[in-house]
């Protein structure tokens, strides 16, 4: 991307989002920001606001015409297209969810960029597309897997119209298949749950599963250079980037770096079995070296990134404490 | 399934829909049909509804309170989701179709069957969702393909979310990647259109691409063979089996049985290009081996089955001459 390029940037107020409109911001790009604040924090794009380059809009995804109209007015020569419920859990309690703010959402977002004559759509997709593959580290072509939750589905879904899209309307495609990010601005999954019932509770903590469970974590800074170098370097008509770290880590391994941090030694109570919940992959590793061969490296450690990951939250207890976060953190 | 088992269809009045619901009440079970009648016939369930095991219900599945009613009144014991707009062409022109006729649709089907308890899922995928796959003959667990059209999308999204309903509910989940299926009843697709075509005007053709597509197809009693094979046959939580021929065929090949049953020798005026258009494959040719392990071997040739299906259009005029169906083979 040029400088003063157009990006606009859907989930513009989530972790991932916000982290990204500072980013593009730095690279001299203009910033449009969309979200509807049900899970994104105003508090996280302080920092883009104060740049004259940025621009938010306070919409909802799901109101197509709305957007329609934005993305005509700002005619964006990028989207990316990050909002989505991002907890891969719970799916089978809402069943409906990642359809309606995934699957639906994205169609819409597909809809309001091409009416807008957009080129450019990268997509925030997930490692959990792999379901649970036989191959490790697991690359982007390993053999065509079966969906273990109605997140990933939904993600798959996303993926498949954006395929569709830019085969039928000359759009370019990136697909971004994310390990778990972790940094700054983290607001759910394991480091955050488990520091929110620490600080209840430092006697004892219930870990989902066995604590076992081979995870990735990439640290956000090495997710938006990542994802900086794909857009800037590949060149196909659909881009599919793995985006994770050469190794992998367990659940125990990053309770072990939280505990030290906090000073707290609770009687681990484990929920047992592989899986932390019904459609949770026991092991995560990708295979990234389609991504190396861009020039990337990552620069953290998972456990340097679970450190980072945990002071921030120490730094931020409003985080874990509001009502609001106690929702999202269920 | 056992006789008397009762089994929901969705699209029931439709070419599939309709010739499994007579095969299913040849083999006694009760039979539950829903068509909407957007695209299916009265006449295809003429033979169905004179059988006392018999239930239609016109209604639309995208009312979901009034099927969650049907499947709570009914609780099948099987459901054959095969409802769906069924041309893979045209998505471009009209992008929304897919998303709400096949995945939307699908989400409220596998709700209301999991409301029900419906304990077994059977889904009409296709072999579309291979996309331009670099494996021939193409086996159910090919390299993770890149979607080429919103068609196959939607299907590809139906199939993630049986499979983590299956995963999630303990539903047991039977997915079916068919190629193109001729026979009695077949209403669209190019047997249709180059018969359409030849009625109006049997002096000059025109054919989408080059000619030379190699494609394959199956007659629609191999087809219920097959699914009533792996039905009753297959035991896993998720089962995924290509449905097609051991051959391929050219467009070529069929336009040549389709003229000499027509006793017609047109000019044939090709558009150009290696695909009819923009998202068709230029090779479908399904590895069809895991269903053939089941005991499951196809009987029609592909040029017979082209020969039936000229045969019973040439039977039934009233379903080319007529209006809805210019609509449907436009």
Redesign the interface.
Known sequence: MSASSKALVTGAAGFIGSNLCDYLLEKNLQVIGIDNFSTGQKEFLQKSERSSCFRLHESDLSNLDQIKGIFLDEKPDIVFHLAANADVRF??EY??RD?EQG??VT?NV??AA?TAGVKKFAYSSTGSVY?EPNVFPTP???????????Y???K??G???I???A???GMQGFIFRFVSILGPRYTHGHVFDFIQKLKLDPSQLEVLGDGKQKKAYLHIEDCLNAIWTVINKADQK?N?YNLGPDEFSTVNDSLDTIESILGVSPIRKYSGGERGW??DSPFIFLDCSKLKSLGWESTYSIQDGVKATAKFLLDNPQLIITGQNKDLAK
């Open positions: 799916g089978l069943p409906r359809l699957t639906i169609h597909l809809e091409r379901g982007e072509d390993c053999p065509f897997p079966i969906q273990t939750s109605l990933a589905a939904s798959l879904a993926e498949a119209m395929q569709a899209y085969e039928g309307f659909i599919i019904v459609g």
